[in-house]
């Protein structure tokens, strides 16, 4: 039987609320920002779904792997790299994808003329001055068939991506009176056995920056960059009862190979002048798909320790120790290269959920996260 997403699993309303920490109301309805959210999203729904179809490979797999400081692509499995050689190591065709591992598939393809000025693509922009961008949160969940069974994205198959917007709202800052648009954003991925992978995603649109501004140029008190590191933090994993805790260091390496294997051209993730003296930051700064997967990779690293028999058939991968129900995330401060940082698995009593949060080197929650497993 193929696998459907059951609709009462999602609502618009539980997608908004996980940007809360931004503190905004909503805007007037004549406001600037209602008028350019509303005709977005009448020109998105009469568009209709957006389909795109891509076979996905072994190589793509390997390279986020290594990236991610992974010499096995499953706990206690083989390494994908030894001392000598990478380039003549494969992950076979059927290898299950990881929870969070599609971010590197389907990624946007445009001239660099068509970008906008802070490197982002803008497929799904509202019109100026809502331009830039922010990865904010939301939610992703990997369906199950009626016997309990996850349909993992596996190397090698032929997948459908399509993409549907579902919302546009306009807000305003409460602290500063500042407007923005909240866009909804739903991708659905499609094997021969039905959905796989529902990734629910908001992105917040803030006005453009005037050209050639510089918003901290000269300012004295904005911390300096961190002093780079050779290798990033020790990823093993610590444990206190139900409480489990990786350190991670994201290098700019880090950040520049996963920029590219997202073909995400983003400044801030790369592009030191533009980060601090256009957006402010101390430094560039951390992806938000990229601590979504580091959160994932904790989930199911703890989860591999627990279970000891495979139900993945003949690759040997218990599916149910590697692919959760549901995560619902929001991003709530900024992580910067080279940050050394803890993330902080919580189980639920019921061995069925976690509470997850990211914090930062001076304690603030970077990213918080609600796993649910079968």
Excluded: C
């Amino acid at each position: 039987m193929l696998l459907t997403t059951p609709a009462t699993r999602w609502s618009t309303r539980s997608l908004t609320t996980t940007l809360s920490h931004l503190r905004y109301s909503s805007s007037s309805s004549t406001s600037p920002a209602a008028t350019i959210a509303t005709s977005f999203l009448s020109h998105f729904q009469s568009l209709g779904p957006q389909t795109r179809t891509q076979t996905l490979d072994s190589n793509q797999l390997r390279l986020l792997s290594l990236t991610l400081n992974r010499p096995s692509l499953f706990p206690n499995s083989a390494p994908l790299s030894s001392s000598t050689t990478t380039s003549n190591l494969e992950i076979a065709t059927g290898t299950p994808i990881p929870p969070g591992y599609h971010l590197v598939y389907f990624t946007p393809a445009f001239l660099e003329t068509e970008l906008g000025a802070d490197g982002t693509d803008m497929s799904y922009n509202p019109s100026h001055p809502f331009t830039r961008r922010m990865w904010a949160g939301g939610e992703v969940y990997w369906p199950r068939n009626e016997h309990g069974v996850p349909n993992p994205l596996r190397v090698g198959e032929e997948v459908t991506e399509t993409t549907r917007v579902f919302s546009a709202e306009p807000k305003v800052v409460k602290k500063t009176g500042e407007e923005m648009i909240v866009v909804g954003v739903e991708k659905e991925f499609r094997n021969e056995m039905g959905v796989a992978v529902v990734d629910k995603r908001n992105w917040v649109f803030r006005k453009a920056l005037p050209p050639f501004t510089s918003t901290v140029s000269g300012d004295k008190n904005l911390p300096a960059p961190s002093t780079p590191s050779m290798q990033p933090a020790s990823s093993s994993i610590t444990s206190t009862g139900n409480i489990h805790t990786r350190t991670l260091r994201q290098t700019a390496v880090t950040l520049f190979r996963f920029s590219a294997l997202t073909f995400n051209p983003h400044k801030i993730h790369y592009s030191v002048p533009w980060a601090r003296d256009i957006e402010g930051h101390k430094d560039i700064a951390v992806h938000g798909p990229l601590n979504l997967i580091s959160i994932l990779d904790l989930w199911r690293d703890v989860r591999a320790q627990k279970i000891v028999d495979g139900d993945g058939g003949e690759d040997g991968v218990n599916l149910n120790a590697l692919l959760p129900e549901k995560i619902a995330y929001r991003a709530t401060s900024p992580l910067y290269a080279e940050d050394e940082y803890r993330i902080v698995l919580e189980e639920g009593g019921d061995g069925k959920s976690g509470m997850v949060q990211i914090l930062t080197p001076e304690g603030r929650v970077g990213m918080k996260a609600e796993i649910t497993s079968v």
